[in-house]
Nanobody, 121 residues
Framework: QVQLVESGGGLVQAGGSLRLSCAAS????????MRWYRRAPGQQRELVAA???????NYADSVKGRFTISRENAKNMVHLHMNSLKPEDTAVYYC???????????????WGQGTLVTVSS
């Protein structure tokens, strides 16, 4: 059983910065990948960034160069540092992870509750 708790969302002016955090807890044996998704109102969910075991990262073209995903392995946390925010970044941001559960060889996909980021013009 794994739980994800997100924090850091809020209102920020265009050009500003914001850091989202996601803490994973539970019977975690290993973490395969942790990701940030976002969904603008009425829009499809979009993969924003991923941190893959081994340290590789992937970013959506729309955020590349502005957003950085990072891991704090000892705390089972992942962060999304967002710089040079634009109004089009406004969305609900979701933390997602794929976790191997202690005592098994199976991975579970787990989602956070979502946190709203609003970027004003």
């Amino acid at each position: 059983q794994v739980q994800l708790v997100e924090s850091g969302g809020g209102l920020v002016q265009a050009g500003g910065s914001l850091r989202l955090s996601c803490a994973a807890s539970g019977s975690i044996f290993s973490i395969n990948v942790m990701r940030w998704y976002r969904r603008a109102p009425g829009q499809q969910r979009e993969l924003v960034a991923a941190f893959i075991s081994g340290g590789s990262t992937n970013y959506a073209d729309s955020v590349k160069g502005r957003f950085t995903i990072s891991r704090e392995n000892a705390k089972n946390m992942v962060h999304l540092h967002m710089n040079s925010l634009k109004p089009e970044d406004t969305a609900v941001y979701y933390c997602n992870g794929n976790f191997e559960i202690t005592g098994s060889h199976r991975y579970l996909d787990v989602w956070g509750q979502g946190t709203l980021v609003t970027v004003s013009s």
